[in-house]
């Protein structure tokens, strides 16, 4: 998905699928996008707020995004900081 779509799209008020917000973490991740493409969004979202949906969406994405660590072999308590 193109970056500078989603930016305006955000710019404008408009609201994120879970698809867009897939894509945006996908870019991030996979370093398609630019620093300052991100930087953009981020404050669009800042500026425009996410709705309830959209930010499950994003830390649904963000979760997805990474490899999943299995402690059930420890015999102490995790925690996460």
């Given at each position: ?34 620093d300052?493409?991100?930087t ?6 800042f ?5 309830q ?29």
């Amino acid at each position: 998905m193109n970056p500078q779509e989603l930016i305006r799209k955000k710019r404008d008020g408009a609201r994120f699928s879970d698809e867009e917000i897939k894509a945006f973490i996908g870019g991030v991740c996979d370093n398609s996008w630019a620093d300052y493409q991100i930087t953009a969004l981020v404050m669009a979202m800042f500026i425009h707020g996410l709705n309830q949906a959209e930010q499950t969406a994003l830390v649904r994405s963000m979760l997805e995004s990474g490899e999943v660590l299995d402690f059930s072999d420890l015999d102490a308590p995790v925690a996460d900081k």
